[in-house]
């Protein structure tokens, strides 16, 4: 069965009928409305208790809540399957698109405020339906607005289960299996980077921004250890490099650690986002002459927006020229290691100091699951223990070295690695290579596609280097504009409209973002395994029946 979008599409193809909006919108609002009237129904059928007279006080550990426990999880169950097969089903929509005020107010029996009094367990049912009901399904086909999207079933079991075991990764005391399995995936992960798997170090962490945190830490640690203890103050005024095109979350780290942003020096990229080694270079004797002191350089394998791979190996030979710490953040290109037709574009990542790797990116682990590796073995475990007496205890009876939670700048730990084990498992190495290079396949899909058209305009001209492929939209009214200050004011806003309008039909999304002097323009990421030539399709028609009139 086909959406009433897709359904257009088709009419459009044989030319028998134009795309009516309204009609669309009406259509697939009624399509959407029969599904879940359905879903309320067979739920209520099913049920064989009665939950508006049942209350979480009801549940264990309360005395006989076994059986009230076990029928109120099989209808949370319940809803989450039906969630987990919506955001496979190209019928539904992507989201149910509501404003922030309208959220706050409630809608049709569910609301955000919290009361004093305890709410039965129907109404807690209806809340988690709802719930669900009013987000994104990232998992979606058509969801191409994020680096993390998909829904990977291992990957979901895994994450069910981890919260259900609701540990701590810090000791092998309380945690013995996950952090087994940690040590297990980082040995696999050094090996991907070319590292020997016993000489690497490593630890999961809360997302990249975190990972990358990590980096610019140990690398102060292992230039000036006496920062540990003594503060900034003991050490000389710092500087670091990355490109003008990295993530953020690198002058995040400056800032935290008191290094500074002002002492970030962004260095020059060419015309697809790469850094320029020769700039990085003339930045670096610059700084020196000045009288800094350079101790680190962040090479990005896969920017945020263009996907671009920073040339590896000629920045690590800079270096080790001026014996600087090389960081490689692979949150976003970590996976290509997974493919043996696009691991060489990574290559030299073998040479950096550390690295970052976000599994829940183009390997498609649920959010989050991140890790921060490291050549030297020790380096993470010196520069962040405080061995509070209280946890880790040198005098166990096993092997306190797996009592890994001393190298985390956190106490708390979330286990993340549970749900990327048991995908290992599913999939082996091979399963991941296919998944990856199916993404890439996709991407150099639409831009083979949009660069044969007169509609679109690429923002780069060459075959993509990872997921990304980044385009305008140029709608009738531009097209034979001259290029000029009128013309990019304009284009400028085509973007912003069309999204608008995606966002309000809920058949599909897809991110945007102005780029240097580059105006808005769309970038579409794949890291979906579910997502098919027909879904980028899909996309690039949606986009022309949302913007045509602009």
């Known amino acids: 069965m086909e959406t009433a979008a897709s359904s257009a599409e088709t009419l459009k193809t044989k030319g028998k009928r134009k795309a009516d909006p309204f009609w669309l919108k009406t259509q697939h609002l009624i399509i959407q409305s029969e599904n879940e009237s359905k879903e309320r129904q067979s739920g209520t059928e099913s049920r064989t208790t009665n939950f508006s007279t049942m209350y979480g006080r009801d549940l264990l550990p309360a005395k006989n809540g076994e059986e009230n426990t076990k029928q109120f999880l099989f209808e949370v169950v319940h809803i989450l399957l039906n969630y987990v097969s ?87 005391e309380i945690s013995p299996v996950f952090i087994m399995m940690e040590e297990i995936l980082l040995k696999k992960m050094y090996e991907k980077i070319g590292w020997p798997s016993e000489e690497g170090d490593g630890i999961f962490s ?44 690198i002058k995040k780290a400056a800032a935290v650690l008191g290094i500074g942003t002002e002492n970030v020096i962004l260095v020059k990229c060419n015309e697809r986002g790469k850094m320029i080694p ?9 700084t020196e002459m000045k009288g800094f002191v350079p101790f680190y350089v962040n090479a990005t394998a896969g920017t945020t927006v263009y996907g671009a791979i920073d040339p590896l190996s000629e920045i690590a030979d800079i270096c080790e020229k001026y014996k600087l710490w090389m960081h490689v953040d ?10 043996r037709k696009h691991s060489v574009k990574l290559s030299g990542i073998e040479r950096a100091s ?3 790797w976000n599994p829940h990116k183009l390997m498609g682990a649920p959010l989050q699951c991140s890790a ?86 690429l923002v780069f001209d060459g075959k993509p280097e990872h997921s990304n492929v980044c385009f305008w939209y140029i709608p009738p009214s531009l097209r034979e504009l001259p290029n000029g200050q009128e013309r990019s004011k304009r284009l400028h806003e085509v973007a912003p409209r069309i999204k608008a309008k995606m966002m309000e039909e809920g058949t599909t999304m897809i991110g945007y973002q102005p780029q240097g002097e580059n105006v808005n323009f769309f970038r ?8 098919s030539k027909a879904d980028v399709d899909f996309l690039i028609e949606e986009i022309v029946r949302l913007g045509n009139d602009l």
Not at 223 to 249: C, D, I, N, Q, W
Not at 278 to 286: C, D, G, Q, T, V
Not at 524 to 531: G, H, K, L, M
Request: aromatic residues 12%.
């Open 524 to 531: 579409c990421v794949f890291s979906n395994p579910a997502t």
């Open 372 to 457: 921060i590796l490291v050549r030297e073995k020790g380096l993470l475990q010196l520069c962040n223990q405080l061995c509070a007496d209280y946890l880790f205890q040198p005098d166990k009876h096993y092997d306190v070295s797996y009592d890994t939670g001393d190298k985390a700048i956190q106490c708390g730990r979330h286990v993340d690695v549970f749900k990327f084990w048991l995908m290992w498992k599913a999939k082996g190495a091979e399963g991941f290579e296919v998944q990856v290079n199916k993404c890439l396949d996709n991407a150099e899909y639409l831009y083979n596609k949009l660069k044969q058209r007169v509609d679109f305009t």
């Open 86 to 172: 919506k955001s496979f089903d190209r019928n539904t929509k992507v989201l149910d698109f509501h404003y922030p005020h309208q959220l706050k107010d409630g809608l049709d029996g569910f609301s955000l405020e919290l009361s004093d009094n305890p709410e039965n367990l129907e109404q807690l049912l209806v809340d988690c339906r709802d719930t669900l009901k009013y987000g994104v399904k990232t998992g979606h086909p058509r969801f191409f607005n994020q680096l993390s999207t998909g829904l990977d079933v291992i990957g979901l079991a895994g994450e069910w289960l981890t919260a259900t075991a609701n540990t701590n990764i810090f000791t092998f």
């Open 278 to 286: 020769s700039e990085l270079e003339s930045k670096i004797m610059e």
């Open 354 to 356: 550390s690295v970052t």
């Open 330 to 339: 692979a949150a976003w290109g970590g996976g290509l290691l997974m493919s």
């Open 206 to 249: 809360p997302g990249g921004s975190i990972s990358n945190l990590y980096s610019v830490l140990v690398a102060r640690y292992y230039r000036f250890p006496e920062a540990k203890t003594k503060g900034m103050a003991s050490v000389p005024r710092l500087v670091l490099f990355t490109s003008e095109h990295s993530h953020y979350s």
